[in-house]
């Protein structure tokens, strides 16, 4: 008997130095309860500021600064910034704080809290298939990442005080070799964080670079706006031109929310699983969804003056900032040195939100089994790296193939996330939030004015499902 408790305790020893170490959490402050819960293997944040920068972390990355000015290019400018905004507000918002609730409330990976939620029903499927999604989405934004990674050597050796930032783009990604090992690297990047939990870290970094970047996106979008011509790119984004008002535009933007959100793949759910119950949820819901709001306007007014002044397209594609930064800083006095912290900025961006994506599989992967941890993020990143070569070749190698949709293997990837993968995820979501949770349990989790409590409920339940099923609808036919 005696034998058996010892060696119990050593296994709980064992685990908790495990969480210790991965997750670089302290443990301190808490209940009783609390204790014999996390003793029960769920780690928490340190602080609230743990979680918010987490999750502000995930949010804010590619989606906001790289894919948001690229997708307001292509698909006319102001009607599109419209509708990301009210999108974001009106849908992404309380499906946000739909999956900090459920989160939350289950304490565990998505796929356990859903069973645990929902005993004997096949809403942990749910899970599985924001897994599904966030291996996709993981296998593309890696190869952006990439990219910036290629860019950032560069700056480094001074190769981009050049005047065809356009040739070079289309060069560098239709280099094989270039795409692959920028690729491979900012994965084994992803990997090393999410394995050796210093992930702790980048976030606590991830407090000094956000500003920061912030900063230098305000100091750009002045030279850009003060650049001759540069009116036209405000005109571009903010006068709306209603011939783009369409179905298709609709749910380019509700996609674009919810990627930008990290909603509808089970990554927030994740996150605040690992959460107090003191905090605030709505209240980081809205930060979030702000700051994320602010940062893509931002980018949008660094990039269209610039456009314009420059004599570019807007609907240059996917390669957009990547043509039109540069050529600001050439701009700027120091423009060489500034545009190698910029790259820097840009790649903590990208990886507090990579890492997000790859936290998912591999909590899914080992179902609180922390000592599985390491393994698991290695074998799920090399599969992920993998799955994300034919991406990585669509600008050279592969540019001819053709996929369902009438774009490359990339657009492919990212259609299946942000066009279905995302949108019906997040219903999913947010009809469990809404019929599955009793109001009593979600009350419980949001502690809002009931006012609050009660129009979000609304919302789950009525407004944000009809709205994804008619835009998505819509998108087919007008
Ligand atoms: N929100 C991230 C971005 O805008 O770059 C992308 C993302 C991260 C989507 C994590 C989904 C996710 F689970």
């Not at 948001?68 to 905004?85: C, E, H, K």
């Not at 900090?100 to 645990?116: C, E, M, N, P, Q």
């Not at 094989?176 to 702790?200: C, K």
């Amino acid at each position: 008997m005696k034998r058996k408790k010892i060696i119990l305790r050593n296994n709980k020893k064992i685990k908790v130095l495990y969480i210790l170490r991965y997750t670089n959490t302290k443990f301190s402050g808490f209940t009783g309860n609390e204790v014999g819960d996390w003793m029960k293997q769920r780690e928490q944040w340190t602080s609230k500021i743990g979680f918010v920068l987490a999750a502000a972390g995930s949010a804010i990355g590619l989606g906001a600064i790289w894919k948001f000015p690229y997708m307001a290019g292509t698909n006319g400018g102001s009607v599109f910034v419209l509708l990301f905004i009210i999108c974001t507000l009106i849908i992404g918002l309380p499906i946000l704080l739909a999956e900090f609730v459920i989160g939350r409330r289950g304490k565990s990976d998505a796929v356990t809290s859903l069973k645990k939620l929902a005993p004997g029903r096949k809403w942990h499927w749910m899970g599985w298939m924001g897994l599904g999604s966030s291996f996709i989405l993981l296998s593309f934004y890696s190869v952006v990442g990439g990219w910036i990674l290629s860019y950032l050597v560069r700056a480094i050796f001074f190769k981009l005080d050049i005047t065809d930032h356009s040739e070079l783009f289309n060069s560098i990604i239709a280099n094989p070799l270039e795409v692959l090992i920028g690729q491979a690297v900012f994965m084994v990047l992803t990997i090393w964080i999410v394995q050796s939990g210093i992930r702790g870290g980048i976030e606590r970094a991830s407090r000094v670079m956000m500003p920061l970047l912030f900063v230098f996106f305000i100091l750009l979008a002045i030279r850009s706006l003060t650049l001759d011509g540069a009116m036209e790119g405000i005109r571009f984004l903010f006068v709306p031109d209603w011939s783009y008002l369409t179905g298709k535009t609709l749910l380019m933007a509700l996609g674009q929310a919810f990627f930008s959100l990290s909603v509808g793949v089970t990554a927030m759910m994740t996150y605040a699983s690992y959460l107090q119950k003191e905090e605030r949820l709505g209240q980081s819901a809205f930060n979030v969804s702000i700051l994320n709001i602010v940062i893509s306007l931002l980018a949008g007014i660094v990039i269209f003056p610039a456009v314009f002044a420059l004599g570019q397209s807007p609907a240059e594609g996917p390669g957009l900032i990547f043509v039109v930064l540069p050529a600001i800083f050439n701009e700027i006095p120091f423009g060489a040195l500034f545009i190698i912290v910029f790259f820097i900025l840009l790649l903590f961006a990208t990886l507090t939100s990579s890492i997000s994506m790859l936290e998912i599989v591999v909590s899914t992967g080992i179902r609180n089994k922390y000592e599985r941890r390491k393994r698991a993020a290695w074998m799920f990143g090399i599969l992920i790296f993998i799955v994300g070569i034919p991406s990585a070749l669509s600008f050279g190698l592969l540019a001819d193939v053709k996929m369902p949709g009438g774009g490359t293997i990339f657009d492919f990837a990212d259609m299946l996330t942000s066009r279905i993968g995302l949108p019906i995820g997040a219903l999913l979501i947010s009809i469990f939030a809404g019929y599955v949770l009793t109001t009593a349990e979600t009350d419980d989790e949001l502690r809002m004015h009931p006012l609050l409590n009660r129009s979000w409920k609304f919302i789950v339940r009525f407004i944000a499902p009809i709205a994804i099923v008619i835009i998505f609808i819509a998108s087919f036919i007008m």
